[in-house]
């Protein structure tokens, strides 16, 4: 599976932004699907998952109420809408796919399989 990031930006606190993932390679399997962050000089924090049904979410506390993820499995998307952007959410984000799983994912990076590269989102006060 190749995932792919994209829709990082410069924005202001405040504003929105929504980040898009495209899987490719994955035909005829079933995935979890997943967010990560990575602040400069801190470890990679779990988002926000979504199952391969779309049906079951989960997100981290710090993004509950901010943030929406979605899927659509007809494009092989993942989508992170992010609203009411704080400047500690300025980190680069990963997508990320557990084949193991048709549920929601849990947040331990470990626990998934494939990576995209990253997008930078940048929050300003």
């Known amino acids: 599976v190749q995932l792919q990031a994209s829709g990082g930006g410069l924005v202001q606190a405040g504003d929105s932004l929504r980040l898009s993932c495209s899987a490719s390679g994955g035909a005829y399997r079933a995935f979890a699907l997943g967010w990560f962050r990575q602040a400069p000089g801190k470890e990679r924090e779990f988002v926000a998952a979504i199952s391969w049904s779309g049906r079951s979410t989960n997100f981290a506390d710090s993004v509950k109420g901010r943030f929406t993820i979605s899927r659509d499995n007809t494009k092989n998307t993942v989508s992170l809408q992010m609203n009411s952007l704080k400047p500690e959410d300025t980190a680069v984000y990963y997508c990320?796919?557990?084949?193991?799983?048709?549920?929601?994912?849990?947040?331990?990076?470990?626990?998934?399989?494939?990576w995209g590269q990253g997008t930078l989102v940048t929050v300003s006060s």
């Open positions: 990320a796919a557990d084949i193991d799983t048709v549920y929601v994912a849990g947040p331990n990076p470990a626990g998934y399989d494939y």
